[in-house]
């Protein structure tokens, strides 16, 4: 095991506006930030950070299953979650019976700080069109996995899926359910609000998808990035289609999509891979999408552990298979270090409970944090979503057993890889 060391640089620069007596009060965090923003080449230190978000949540909240995290450019954060994806008792003071809890609505924006700024979504709201945006598929359901002793595969759940901030600071999500099987059955939308929730627009119609042919409807859509030079949106699409598709950010008008490897997108079933056997020719599950400072797109290929990157044209650029994945593990997001060159990727490892380390110029795998259990710093629950801020804290979002968001913060390099 490495021994983690903050480097000297580190050190001195923090320890250097610290203790200056005729600087103005610098915030340590921040100096420390910008200290390691110009840091050596070396493995991030992270350490959880057990200040944000501030608790308790407003009127005693409580998260579900959290699907989705993102940051936007004030650095507020902002949780999509499953509210009725919780446990056993969970709402018993929305019930009356105690005092605790009461399930946060299905957004909600955090300050830098970790306070609430606002929440809100609802399956029930009046101002959504019939047969429109749904928060929830299953209201009402409460769900106890570990009492039950049932697998995630075994139980039908749904509710908005990818909740993702456009440069305008609107705020996108799709719609995702494993009820009834089938494109007949699933969501099949994408919806645009404002950063209050009021629906702008969406695209697509539930149990209408014809496959990944099909320009005006999705198949269960995770996730969205935005080029702000074409005012374009790139759309992973999904659990049932297999593709990257391309709107203009303003109308969702259809512009070009791509498959695995920048080939065209296929309905074929997925051939059973076996050990030894290549990378799949295909997209498995479409779960992520992240456009780099650089104008990359990386694509998470959930059930294939890997991730693609893509030119905005489609392209083919690369791939990587985070180290320690062989046979286990699945990629579900990626977030980038906040330094100007983005030297590092973290990858959201669902089933491992743990976030790979890579460098983003060759994808190597130098490290990782994070392990399965209870504790503050631990993963309980399947990780599901990552970002990170423009200081360099990274936030992992868990479900169903963790049902938590939490910090953690860059506090020093280890090494050189």
């Excluded at 110009?38 to 991030?44: C, L, S």
């Amino acid at each position: 095991m490495r021994q983690k060391i903050i480097t000297l640089a580190v050190i001195a620069v923090v320890t250097a506006a610290l203790s200056s007596c005729s600087a103005p009060a610098v915030d340590e965090n921040e100096a420390l930030s910008v200290a390691i923003t110009g840091a050596e080449e070396g493995v991030p230190i992270l350490e959880y950070d057990p200040t944000w978000p501030k608790r308790p949540l407003p009127d005693n909240g409580i998260f579900g299953a959290v699907l989705s995290v993102a940051v936007d450019d004030r650095d507020h954060v902002w949780v999509m979650h499953w509210p009725h994806w919780i446990g056993d008792g969970d709402d018993d003071g929305a019930r009356g019976v105690r005092e605790c809890c009461n399930p946060m609505p299905p957004v909600v924006e955090f300050d830098a700080t970790g306070a609430v700024v606002q929440a809100w979504g609802s399956a029930d709201d009046p101002d959504l069109p019939a047969g429109g945006f749904q928060w929830v598929e299953l209201p009402g359901h409460r769900l106890d996995l570990l009492a039950s002793r049932r697998t995630l595969a075994e139980v039908a759940h749904g509710g908005a899926h990818g909740l993702s901030i456009d440069p305008k600071g609107n705020v996108w999500a799709g719609t995702h359910s494993t009820e009834g099987g089938g494109r007949t059955n699933i969501f099949s939308s994408l919806a645009k609000f404002t950063r209050d929730g009021t629906l702008l627009i969406q695209k697509g119609k539930h149990g209408q998808s014809k496959g990944n042919a099909d320009t005006d409807n999705f198949a269960q859509p995770t996730q969205v990035a935005f080029d702000p030079e074409t005012n374009e949106a790139f759309v992973s699409d999904g659990y049932d289609n297999r593709r990257v598709i391309v709107l203009d950010a303003d109308t969702m008008a259809f512009k070009r999509m791509w498959g695995a490897y920048g080939k065209s997108p296929s309905d074929e079933p997925m051939a059973q891979r076996k050990p030894g056997d290549p990378p799949p020719s295909q997209f498995g599950l479409v779960h992520c999408i992240k456009m780099s400072h650089d104008g990359l797109l990386y694509v998470c290929d959930m059930s294939s552990r890997r991730f693609q990157v893509f030119r905005k044209d489609g392209t083919f650029v690369k791939e990587a298979f985070p180290a320690g994945m062989d046979g286990t593990g699945s990629v579900d997001d990626v977030a980038f270090s906040s330094d100007p060159e983005q030297r590092f990727v973290y990858v959201a490892d669902g089933q491992n409970r743990k976030v790979w380390i890579l460098r983003r110029d060759t994808l190597e795998t130098i490290g990782s944090f994070g392990h399965r259990g209870y504790y503050g710093g631990e993963f309980a629950g399947y990780i599901h979503g990552i970002a990170t801020d423009s200081k360099g804290n990274i936030y992992v979002g868990e479900f169903p057993a963790g049902n938590r968001v939490q910090r953690f913060k860059v506090i020093g390099f280890e090494g050189n890889p």
